[in-house]
T-cell receptor, first 106, second 114 residues
Framework: SQKIEQNSEALNIQEGKTATLTCNYT??????LQWYRQDPGRGPVFLLL?????KEKRKERLKVTFDTTLKQSLFHITASQPADSATYLC?????FGAGTRLTVKP | DTEVTQTPKHLVMGMTNKKSLKCEQH?????MYWYKQKAKKPPELMFV???????INESVPSRFSPECPNSSLLNLHLHALQPEDSALYLC?????????????FGPGTRLTVT
């Protein structure tokens, strides 16, 4: 069956550092992969979408890579800020991983 | 406008009640989705509508009944729910043809079954 794993349940980093989140999937080949931010009690907010034929995508301080051979996506937030603290979800096609709760400490 | 609206924001219902959740978007998206999210868990796909037709039902119990009356509206009818059905219910939509394909989510309806 399809499985989506995000590398860690929680990640704590210092302000200004780069946060790197990992998403691995097995038993399917998604045509695209999305990353979302979710704050407690709210709906997910779309951040970036990367297609299977794209290696990398950037938007402001965000960068996503997609390796279809490794079946892995990496999500980077550079120059992290306390306001970036949230849960980040990866979604190959329309199904979600468990999320990584990121805390950026001042 | 990238807004998906959901009503009500909160709903408390008894196990014998019948209620409906509503979702609306005016972005011209022809795919609409219902997800269920329990606390500290990811959204779990329930139903997908494509061009107003049900295309995916993730083996959801029949006490949840989706309806897509037109291309802007999506309903979820609830009947004889159980306390374990208490969760945040999220609606999402996206384009089908021509892209981009990102899903936009509504704020959700917080459902409590007593």
């Amino acid at each position: 069956s399809q499985k989506i794993e995000q590398n860690s349940e929680a990640l704590n980093i210092q302000e200004g550092k780069t946060a790197t989140l990992t998403c691995n999937y097995t038993n399917y080949s998604p045509a695209y992969l999305q990353w979302y931010r979710q704050d407690p009690g709210r709906g997910p907010v779309f951040l970036l979408l990367i297609r299977e034929n794209e290696k990398e995508k950037r938007k402001e301080r965000l960068k996503v890579t997609f390796d279809t051979t490794l079946k892995q996506s990496l999500f980077h937030i550079t120059a992290s800020q306390p306001a970036d603290s949230a849960t980040y979800l990866c979604a190959p096609n329309m199904r979600f991983g468990a999320g990584t709760r990121l805390t950026v400490k001042p | 406008d990238t807004e998906v609206t959901q009503t009500p924001k909160h709903l408390v219902m008894g196990m014998t009640n019948k209620k409906s959740l509503k979702c609306e978007q005016h972005m011209g998206h022809r795919a609409m989705y219902w997800y269920k999210q329990k606390a500290k868990k990811p959204p779990e796909l329930m139903f997908v509508y494509s061009y107003e037709k049900l295309s995916i039902n993730e083996s959801v119990p029949s006490r949840f009944s989706p309806e897509c009356p037109n291309s802007s509206l999506l309903n979820l009818h609830l009947h004889a729910l159980q306390p374990e059905d208490s969760a945040l219910y999220l609606c999402a939509s996206r384009k089908i043809a021509g892209g981009p394909y990102e899903q936009y989510f509504g704020p959700g309806t917080r459902l409590t079954v007593t």
